[in-house]
């Protein structure tokens, strides 16, 4: 089994109640159920950080796109939408 830590968390009664019937639904544990939803979030919001740093290096060196490389993505888009009759 991995090893783990306790932390203790204060939630609102009705998301309590919803965990408790999700766990009974997917016979997990609650704890399991609060485990996996915080991995997931943290994972994505730094998921979500590193590319936006990454974005701001990329800026801050000028490694912006052309206005030819822009243009090509416009027109791809809108053959695109005309091709679907928007």
């Not at 993505?73 to 939408?81: D, E, T």
């Amino acid at each position: 089994m991995a090893e783990s830590t306790t932390m203790t968390i204060r939630v609102p009664p009705e998301l309590k109640a919803s965990l408790d019937k999700l766990a009974g639904a997917t016979r997990r544990s609650k704890s399991f159920l609060a485990a996996e939803a915080i991995r997931e979030y943290v994972e994505l919001n730094e998921w979500q950080i590193n590319e936006l740093q990454n974005a701001l290096g990329e800026a801050d060196a000028g490694d912006f796109a052309s206005e030819e490389e822009v243009g090509a993505v416009m027109n791809k888009w809108s053959a695109k939408g005309s091709a679907n009759g928007s």
